[in-house]
């Protein structure tokens, strides 16, 4: 009897790694081309929020690029989360990237807080330059929000297409990340070509997503907190 996709697919235990089957990673795609539509139309925040919106949009994509993968991940497909970047991996490798990464971009994101375009979009919210609470709950907030991002992107998106395409799947998460910073700054949009590829390189070669998102964290907090407290006049 000729097997199925997924009888093929399933490996005995120190195997090589073989590609998903093409239909898993079809439907991967689409799903993951599904939920960014819906967090495009249906999770923006506004230009200046209340605290119940932000943190309403914090959840909302929480649960649009985290949890439904996950759900897709472990009860439809029944693979290890482990295999889409969420574990420690090489954390000697991604702790590596950070340091090095953050020290490049330190500079550019002090460059940054001082353009007026920049000044003028971030922090999104007026309450963060009085409010040193509402802030510091604004900043764990964003972290769950990158986790997130960082999952779909650099976890799950990444590790879908690794298999089949190798690090070409770098490459291929890129293009949905930088097409998700069009209502941005066009600066921004364009660094985040780099950033994309560059994140994709430091989650493939590490076997793990978490050393992205501390940085993708880290970064986004900074520019914030020097816009704040680093007025230009």
């Known amino acids: 009897m000729k097997p199925t996709d997924d009888q093929t697919y399933q490996q005995p235990q120190g195997s090589p790694a073989r590609a998903r089957p093409p239909l898993r990673e079809a439907a ?28 309403g949009w914090f959840g909302i994509n929480f649960l649009i690029l985290f949890v439904v993968p996950v759900v897709i991940i472990t009860a439809i497909w029944k693979e290890d989360l482990g295999t889409y970047g969420l574990r420690w991996g090489r954390s000697g490798t991604w702790a ?14 002090i460059i940054a807080s001082r353009l007026s375009a920049f000044q003028q979009y971030y922090p ?3 309450w963060a330059r009085t409010e040193s609470l509402s802030l510091l709950l604004s900043i764990v907030g964003w972290g769950v929000y990158f986790f997130a991002w ?26 949905p990340f930088v097409m998700m910073h069009f209502p941005k700054p066009e600066l921004e949009c364009f660094a985040a070509v780099i950033a994309g590829v560059a994140l994709g390189v430091m989650a493939y070669h590490s076997k793990s997503f978490l050393g992205t998102w501390l940085l993708h964290w880290g970064v986004a907090t900074a520019l914030d907190l020097l816009i704040i407290t680093w007025p230009t006049g």
């Open 28 to 55: 991967g795609l689409l799903a993951a081309t599904a939920l960014l539509a819906i967090v495009y139309y249906h999770g923006h925040v506004a230009a200046l929020p209340s605290r119940a919106e932000l943190f």
């Open 96 to 109: 590596r990237y950070l340091i090095l990464y953050g020290l490049i971009m330190l500079p550019m994101v």
């Open 124 to 126: 999104r919210y007026p």
């Open 150 to 175: 960082e999952f779909f992107f650099r976890g799950f998106l990444l590790n879908l297409l690794s298999l089949r395409y190798g690090a070409f799947a770098i490459v291929i998460q890129t293009v």
